[in-house]
T-cell receptor
Framework: NAGVTQTPKFQVLKTGQSMTLQCAQD?????MYWYRQDPGMGLRLIYY???????DKGEVPNGYNVSRLNKREFSLRLESAAPSQTSVYFC???????????FGQGTRLTVV | QQPVQSPQAVILREGEDAVINCSSS?????VHWYRQKHGEAPIFLMI?????EQKGHDKISASFNEKKQQSSLYLTASQLSYSGTYFC????????????FGTGTRLKVLA
């Protein structure tokens, strides 16, 4: 049972480049989330998908887009990467809003 | 609107107890607690909902004081494996997916 799988695990981008972070879960969860974690800042919600076919903004959505491709997959896209987007990105999933969330292992993104 | 966690850091000896607090400036409906070890993903500990009971398993428990808009995590008889950073995530309404996380409490347990 893989749980939540994120790809890639590490990425270096140049300013202005675009990329998509992939996330897939095999637990048949309805809800999926994207967070970023910066030193001393804790976790901040970028976007979430309460259920398949829906997405909504979190705390810090600017500069990002998401796609809930199906129930299993939730991707995060950076259209034009900026150094301020250097961070560790975590994808998570949960059965519902009142359930525990399971996190992937994270993607360490550096924008130079 | 980020909840404030205290203390920011704590060092314990094995067997000692610790309390981590999470305070919000907004009325809360729910609180999640997670532990994260360095370089790893956060791991869920427990969730507390408004009107619910204090939760706990093994030597870790938590309380939720709705009137004071705060939650506390209690670690008793600490073990080396308890080391890590503890985060609270707060929700202000029923049905919300927008959990706002605190900046974390770094806990280190020494042998």
């Amino acid at each position: 049972n893989a749980g939540v799988t994120q790809t890639p695990k590490f990425q270096v981008l140049k300013t202005g480049q675009s990329m998509t972070l992939q996330c897939a879960q095999d637990m048949n969860h309805n809800s999926m989330y994207w967070y970023r974690q910066d030193p001393g800042m804790g976790l901040r919600l970028i976007y979430y998908s309460a259920s398949e076919g829906t997405t909504d903004k979190g705390e810090v959505p600017n500069g990002y887009n998401v796609s809930r491709l199906n129930k299993r997959e939730f991707s995060l896209r950076l259209e034009s990467a900026a150094p301020s987007q250097t961070s560790v990105y975590f994808c998570a999933s949960s059965p519902s809003w009142r359930s525990e969330a399971f996190f992937g292992q994270g993607t360490r993104l550096t924008v130079v | 609107q980020q909840p404030v966690q205290s203390p920011q850091a704590v060092i314990l000896r094995e067997g000692e107890d610790a309390v981590i607090n999470c305070s919000s400036s907004k009325a809360l409906y729910s609180v999640h607690w997670y532990r994260q070890k360095h370089g790893e993903a956060p791991i869920f500990l427990m969730i507390l909902l408004k009107g619910g009971e204090q939760k706990g398993h093994d030597k870790i428990s938590a309380s939720f004081n709705e009137k004071k808009q705060q939650s506390s995590l209690y670690l008793t008889a600490s073990q080396l494996s308890y080391s890590g950073t503890y985060f609270c995530g707060t929700g202000t309404t029923s049905g919300t997916y927008k959990y706002i996380f605190g900046t974390g409490t770094r806990l280190k347990v020494l042998a």
